[in-house]
């Protein structure tokens, strides 16, 4: 497995060993939005030990698995986005918007990045609200439609590949301004004066950061290019 590993890309290693996100979330490296670097480039690019990382995701897969991701159907895999990472997103974000509010106001002028990363979160969930109910009452319902006319030719397929290209741009706006709160943040680090609501709210966003990340590598590397290749199949039958 090791001797492979090299020239995976981020994702598949991460698709294939769920755990190994947990070692690309310790040191930084995008499995999401750029999860189609191989981990020799990743590795080269944030100067990180490939060997060194090596041993850590050998010793994740050791790890209990977890749910087998690439084994669900569409429809299975997208009741499983909404009900576990668009759940915990819709109940998280006006959580740490609250705690960020609440410090920025009270220590802004001591530490006047807590503005920026207020900002930045605010813009934030104003795009992911928006973008979690695009994906449940347009482009899901679309992938499942898919996936229950498979068996029947006769049916003309809905095109999924704009909203796709929709969702994965907005997914790089996510990351980006994820990336910007987190170097505004001192990688989630509290200054020592921090008060208790402070120190809660970089680590209430570093677990949303995680989380996003997760959902994100579920949808990009996963569920669409499956959507993609079903939709494609069956426009190619249709054509025939």
Known sequence: MTNELPSKTLAAIVTENYHAASVFEKYGLDFCC????????ACA???????????????SAQQPA?????????????????DTHHHYTKSALPQVFSYLQKVSTKHGSRHEELF??????SLLRQELEQHMLKEELILFPRIKYLENI?????????????PISLMENEHELAANLLREIRSHSNNFTPPPDACTTYRLSFSALQ?????LHQHIHLENNILFPKALKLFNDLNGMMMN
């Open 207 to 211: 677990a949303f950061e995680t989380d």
């Open 66 to 82: 977890r749910k087998e991701f690439d084994r669900l159907s569409l429809g299975e895999l997208a009741d499983y986005i909404v």
């Open 34 to 41: 750029h999860g189609k670097r191989s981990l020799q480039k």
């Open 150 to 162: 498979a068996d029947h030719v006769d049916k003309a397929p809905l095109n999924v590949s704009v």
């Open 45 to 59: 690019e944030n100067n990180l030990s490939l060997e060194f990382l090596l041993g850590e995701i050998e010793a």
């Open 116 to 121: 920026k990363i207020f900002n930045d979160f």
